[in-house]
């Protein structure tokens, strides 16, 4: 049985999980507008991992016998000035999720719910690739600008990304 401060924690993040794919989703929509169709994709399928981990959340509230409560989503922005912007904000986004696990993480230690800590072991993995990803990016953007041609060239290398639903746990 969950206890109810990792029951109140986990639905919290449940919530961000979601919020998370509602901004790569706002983010997508701002890159459609610019015709960056590759940037816009690279974001759709960020969106769908982030709905992944929800799920992630809300499997296993359910499962420790929990009740997840489903709030309110906050409106993310809907435009940024530049493709650095936008994936600035991915970082210092992923960044901030990332401080989230890590105070889920001592939660579930704090409460020796050591199920909870196994579980969130996947997340903080995922963090260290998030981070990682949104970084890589910055730095290529941070290199090229808004030139053209380079630009173009990364909007066609992000289109190339595919969306891989999250290994099941155990396997």
């Not at 924690?9 to 890159?31: G, P, T």
């Not at 800590?117 to 996947?122: A, T």
Request: aromatic share 10%; charged share 25%.
């Amino acid at each position: 049985m969950i206890c109810e401060k990792i029951q109140d924690a986990f639905n919290n993040q449940l919530n961000a999980e979601l919020y998370s794919a509602y901004l790569y989703m706002s983010m997508s929509a701002d890159f459609e507008d610019k015709n960056l169709k590759g940037f816009a994709a690279w974001m759709r399928v960020q969106a769908m991992e982030e709905f992944a981990h929800a799920d992630k959340f809300y499997r296993f509230i359910i499962d420790r016998g929990g009740k997840v409560k489903l709030t309110a989503i906050d409106g993310p922005e809907t435009e940024w000035a530049t493709s650095l912007a936008v994936f600035e904000a991915v970082y210092a986004h992923e960044r901030k999720v990332t401080g989230l696990i890590d105070d889920l993480v001592d939660l579930a230690a704090s409460q020796r719910d050591h199920a909870a800590g196994i579980f969130l072991q996947w997340f903080v993995t995922e963090q260290v690739e998030e981070e990682a990803s949104a970084s890589g990016i910055v730095r290529k953007l941070q290199l090229i600008g808004e030139s053209g041609n380079a630009l173009l060239m990364l909007d066609r290398e992000l289109g190339a990304r595919v969306s891989t639903p999250p290994a099941a746990e155990g396997a």
